[in-house]
């Protein structure tokens, strides 16, 4: 099997399973309990965000665990817009943004808010000209994602960081959840951040939400005391032992790692640069574990399944759209032809990716290719 899906979800390291399986068993008391049990899981709970925050280089207090990406970015943007709306109701974002963040700002217009979305290059960046142009004094959040999750492309979040230090009452919200251990990113300047467990080999429903001390934001989830109350419902403990896990493993030889991937992204990149019919939609200098390309004339769930066949996984575009059918709204913000936009593949790899399984793919994309293109032709 080679699993080239790794955007879509990675998976678990052995050691995070047994982190998760032995805080499952040992530390099973509600943290929010007052009897020993309940008092062993609050210690560890405590200790994994002192452990967080130290990964992160943050503060613990500064942690909130969620169940994901999606739940973040729901937290982040409605509670800002839900916080400060009596001091305006104008969001900026990005127009190739995760699904989780547009649906957000959609549904927020629907309620009375105005979103500015902003363009982006040919390589899918925006221009800090055009950001800092759509502010306004009535602008209280700009959302932005780090690596974008269809094709690598990377937003320069410090410039932007640096330009809203002169707008104090503007949040700054940046979903990394493609980012962690693959684009390097300092809390620096953001107020907000969303990290996803499952994109760096710990289990699926793991997450949390960094919150500059200071910021303010309303629950969306309420009931309870817990996560400083801005997300009520008792803690997934075992995921955030397995999370805090899965990033301190991640983290270790970052750069090692880092450089591994640009080095398998360039040979597929070389190799796709000498096929016909091959487009490569990935910016050069993008993120090194993503490579967009389309197979021009083929319909991409048909190019997924005919690797699948083979025990290759690859996708068309982000999980949580490759079952629609429409065109890559990502492909198409950044200027692409529908012909293009419409016919995209995502080969994504992760830090267990090797040279063999690359080779190994080259041999396959040049056999399921040409029988393709001999079906359609």
Known sequence: MIYFDNSATTKPNKDVMDAYVTAS???????????????????LLTQSRAAAGKLLGVRANEIIFTSGGTEGNNIAIKGTALQHCSRGKH???SSIEHSSVLASCKQLEEHGFEVTYLPVDQNGVVSIADLESALRPDTILVSLIHVNNEVGSIQPVEEVGKLLKRYPKVQFHVDHVQGVGKAPLSFEYIDLCTISG???????????????????????????QQERYLRSGTENLPGIVAMVKALRMTLENSYEKQERLVSLQK?????????PRVHINSPENGAPHILNVSCIGLKPEVVVHAFAEKEIYVSTKSACSSKQKEVSYVLEEMGFSKEIAESAIRISLSEHSTEEEVEAFKIAVQEILTNLYEVVR
């Open 91 to 93: 969001i900026i974002t």
């Open 25 to 43: 068993m040992n530390y099973f008391g509600n943290p929010s309990s007052i009897h020993g049990l309940g008092g062993q899981a609050e210690r």
């Open 267 to 275: 040979s597929l990149r070389d190799f796709f640069i000498g096929m």
């Open 198 to 224: 499952h994109k760096f080999h710990s289990v699926k429903g793991t997450g949390l939400l960094y919150v500059r001390e200071g910021i303010s934001i309303a629950p969306i989830l309420t009931g309870g």
